[in-house]
């Protein structure tokens, strides 16, 4: 079974169905609403927490991403664990983002998946909670991570879903706490990661040996800020347009390889 290229896919979509389920099972309970103001200030408590584990998570990529590996190895080891160098990724990463919310604006992604939040919302008749966040912000939890990326890469390149699987156990206990305090539409998410997900798989098992070490670094870099700015919309500071610059993660495959020539080019 494993040596099917969606198996690391379709196993994420297993557990955050699951993970769904346990959660509206316990929103379903309310003992939240039974506890009182007591159990919303618990609810509330868990659900920003799990707002800075996502800006953390996105921290920690976007600075692996505009790092310099190369610049951090040449001190002598041990003697620094960060470096404020940067390279011309990003410069890369800030190309994407601009091009990339250009023309996420432009088509609306976010207007388009929250109408179909809307929709699906309405067939559920109010019983499903807040479906348009829900679906949103589970969505992009599971799909714009640097795991996701690599994971799925690995996937297609290799047939190695081991990342995948990992990432499939944290999206479990992810989907837990979002089903059980947005409702439903987190549900829903699993489709997307169907998609979004199994997409990238299926392109990398065609392209994924033409795609140079730099573009997947830009793309997961690019990603996790993406997971910032969720982070920060889950705890309420911002209320960025997220689904818009769902593009940009895409840009540094077109835009690096005409770095280097260009930078070819010059050389010469």
């Avoid at 830009?218 to 769902?246: D, E, R």
Wanted: hydrophobic share 50%; aromatic share 8%.
């Amino acid at each position: 079974m494993q040596d099917f290229v969606l198996f690391g896919t379709l196993f994420n979509v297993v557990t955050v169905l699951l993970g769904s389920l346990i959660g509206l099972g316990a929103r379903k309970l309310g003992l939240s609403k039974r506890m009182g103001d007591k159990g919303k200030r618990f609810s509330d408590a868990v659900f920003h927490g799990l707002g800075l584990c996502v800006i953390l998570i996105g921290i920690g990529g976007a600075i692996q991403g505009a790092v310099n590996s190369q610049i951090i190895s040449a001190f002598p080891k041990g003697s620094v664990e960060f470096s404020a160098i940067y390279t011309e990724r990003t410069l890369v990463i800030i190309i994407s983002m601009v091009l990339g919310v250009l023309l996420g604006e432009l088509v609306d992604i976010d207007k388009r998946i929250n109408s179909l939040g809307d929709k699906i919302e309405g067939l559920m008749k109010g019983r499903g909670g807040n479906v348009s966040q829900g679906f949103v912000s589970a969505s992009l939890l599971f799909c714009v991570g640097s795991m996701t990326i690599v994971g799925s890469l690995n996937s297609g390149i290799s047939g190695d879903h081991s990342l995948l699987i990992t990432k499939s156990i944290m999206d479990l206990i992810s989907s837990i706490i979002f089903a059980s305090t947005m409702g439903v539409g987190v549900m829903f998410s699993a489709a997307f990661v169907l998609v979004y997900q199994g997409a990238i798989t299926l392109i990398a098992a065609w392209a994924g040996p033409f795609l140079s070490g730099d573009v997947i670094t830009c793309m997961t870099a690019v990603g996790s800020l993406l997971i910032i700015a969720l982070g920060l919309n889950i705890l309420g500071t911002t209320k960025i347009k997220i689904m818009n610059y769902l593009p940009a993660m895409f840009f540094p495959i077109g835009i690096i390889p005409l770095w280097d020539l260009i930078a070819s080019l010059i050389a010469k």
